[in-house]
């Protein structure tokens, strides 16, 4: 029967093709892989959440022994100390910094919440002990009790679209209010009878980092899908240089003695080009489409030189895959098999869970930050989400500019290796 020489022939057709046949039931695995770490253990696994305090409490002097304590301090280290119940996982790793630190490492998702306790924190409380130890021993009413309107506030903050933070405040408040009302019960205990007035010390307030109020999942979305529009430049390269050496005009080049640095850094110009285009076509869909952009023109002027470095880094990543395709449609099939799995890597989607390595220069390394794309992201939603200046991007452009020097020498060397020789 003809159907089955036909059979035969396409799986033997197939086989052949090791690379297609390894997309066909590898790649699936992948985002099985990916969407199994972030999701498949969630709401089951007990995570600790970074949390940054900044601790302005100036301490007081207890009434009676005149001893000096900084509640504010005993707060942190509950906060430190606290675990899930059944288990010594920690609620929280602590990060003891300052306002604007706090801010910065909640805009670099280093952070899932940040919570401001008050310089007079600790007095508040020992005033209220003083009137209870006067309301004690006179039996008179103390005048200074804070009222609902006046009581004293712990700022917890973060971004509203972030689901560590979403979970990080509810904690926090349960912390605090039990804090509270150990404070209030061993105040009261002071005052003789139980007819003593409710005392409301401090409370926790929790909002969003300032500027990031009315800031929607999309907005953090779209910096990543400008990323994933500059990624998909490599598989466009790939193809257009395996192509142009499958019709010979690579090797008419090489007959004028034109050296392979002169060739393939002459593709930069345009491509790049495409990707700063790419960039400013991304956010005006997304303006349309509600994205809160924040700076003005000299935003967009750094989101296109931020996009014209990540596209030169995505046409070396071409050069690499073009080295080892045989054709233009593997080399696109090879590309879409790298390009889709480095979005994912880089949080051009979603954010992995952490992966510290180590410290730079004040800031934690993580495995991903080896890809220069990861830089390229961070930079566009600096720029793009929070408003910030060139000053602010300045160590992820440095990054992303060394990563993509690399890359791109090892894509020429490979490319003019594998497909510029002249045995090829």
């Given at each position: 029967m003809k159907f089955i020489s036909v059979a035969i022939k396409d799986f033997k057709e197939l086989i052949r093709d090791r690379r297609g046949l390894f997309m066909i039931l590898l790649f699936p695995m992948f985002f099985m892989i990916i969407f199994g770490i972030v999701y498949g253990n969630m709401g089951q696994t007990n995570e600790t959440y970074n949390l940054a305090v900044v601790n302005l409490d100036e301490g007081a002097k207890m009434p009676l022994t005149n001893e000096e304590v900084n509640f504010g301090d005993n707060l942190t280290e509950i906060f430190s100390d606290s675990e899930y119940e059944d288990s010594d996982v920690k609620l929280f790793n602590v990060i003891n910094t300052s306002e604007s630190s706090a801010n910065k490492l909640i805009q670099l998702k280093e952070a899932d919440a940040m919570i401001i306790i008050p310089k007079n924190f600790s007095q508040t409380i020992v005033d209220?002990?003083?009137?209870?130890i006067a309301a004690q021993t006179t039996g008179t009413t103390s005048s200074n009790n804070n009222s609902n309107n006046d009581t004293l506030?712990?700022?917890i903050s973060g971004d509203s679209s972030s689901m560590g933070f979403g979970v990080s405040q509810v904690v926090l408040i349960k912390i605090i209010g039990e804090y509270h009302d150990n404070l209030v019960a061993n105040i009261q205990s002071q005052t003789s009878g139980s007819s003593a007035e409710p005392l409301k010390l401090f409370e926790g307030d929790v909002g969003s980092v300032s500027g990031t109020e009315s800031f929607s999942q999309f907005d953090f979305l779209a910096p990543g899908m400008m990323l994933f529009a500059i990624l998909l430049l490599a598989t466009t390269v790939a193809a257009s240089l395996t192509r142009e050496v499958e019709k010979g005009t690579l090797a008419r080049l090489r007959i004028s003695k034109m050296r392979s640095f002169d060739m393939l850094f002459g593709a930069l110009i345009p491509w790049s080009i495409v990707?700063?285009?790419q960039v400013l076509i991304l956010l005006t869909v997304a303006l349309i489409m509600g994205f809160n952009w924040q700076g003005g023109l000299n935003s967009i002027v750094l989101a296109m030189f931020i996009g014209v470095i990540g596209?030169?880094?995505?046409?070396a990543l071409g050069?690499?895959?073009a080295s080892f395709a045989k054709n233009d449609t593997q080399a696109f099939n090879l590309g879409i098999m790298v390009v889709v799995p480095t979005s994912f890597v880089v949080?051009?989607?979603?954010q992995l869970p952490q992966v510290v390595i180590g410290e730079i220069m004040g800031r934690s390394f993580q495995i991903y930050d080896i890809l220069p794309w990861t830089?390229?992201?961070n930079a566009l939603k600096s720029v793009l989400i929070y408003g910030n200046g060139l000053s602010a991007i300045t160590y992820d452009l440095a990054w992303s500019a060394v990563l993509t020097a690399i890359i791109f020498i090892i894509g020429m060397g490979l490319f003019s290796r594998f497909r510029l020789s002249v045995e090829n």
């Open positions: 209220e002990m003083e009137d209870s506030k712990l700022i990707a700063a285009i596209g030169i880094g995505s046409i050069m690499i895959i949080g051009a989607f979603f830089h390229i992201l």
